[in-house]
């Protein structure tokens, strides 16, 4: 099992930047990929970025690539989102998400993908 826990949400004026961070607790942070997702009101959860267990890859949307920044620290578990230049349209709660162990690679933009899920964390871009 993993217990996953973002924090470092908030409101922030369009241009600005916010780092979220995700904090695992339990079985083997270090052998699990890691993705970020979000869900803005009235729409669907949508996949945001992901890094695999070994942090030799990343993988992003078309709509952040340039200004979002994963990566991990795995002796602290812990598995942040930097997010530069943000726009009204980054409005969304912010959600981490583990795969099962030394998962095999691929379809990281499928929630399918992910076992383990945090709660989310709010993030608003005012104009």
């Known amino acids: 099992q993993v217990q996953l826990v973002e924090s470092g949400g908030g409101l922030v004026q369009a241009g600005g930047s916010l780092r979220l961070s995700c904090a695992a607790s339990?079985?083997?942070?270090?052998?699990?990929?890691m993705g970020w997702f979000r869900q803005a009101p009235g729409k669907e959860r949508e996949f945001v970025a992901a890094?695999?267990?070994?942090?030799?890859?990343?993988y992003y949307a078309n709509s952040v690539k340039g200004r979002f920044t994963i990566s991990r620290d795995n002796a602290k578990n812990t598995v942040f989102l930097q997010m530069n230049s943000l726009e009204p349209g980054d409005t969304a709660v912010y959600y981490c998400?583990?795969?099962?162990?030394?998962?095999?690679?691929?379809?990281?933009?499928?929630?399918?993908?992910?076992?383990?899920w945090g709660q989310g964390t709010q993030v608003t871009v005012s104009s």
């Open positions: 998400a583990a795969t099962s162990e030394r998962y095999s690679g691929g379809s990281y933009g499928r929630m399918g993908t992910y076992g383990y």
């Open positions: 339990g079985r083997m942070f270090s052998n699990r990929d």
């Open positions: 890094i695999t267990w070994r942090g030799g890859s990343t």
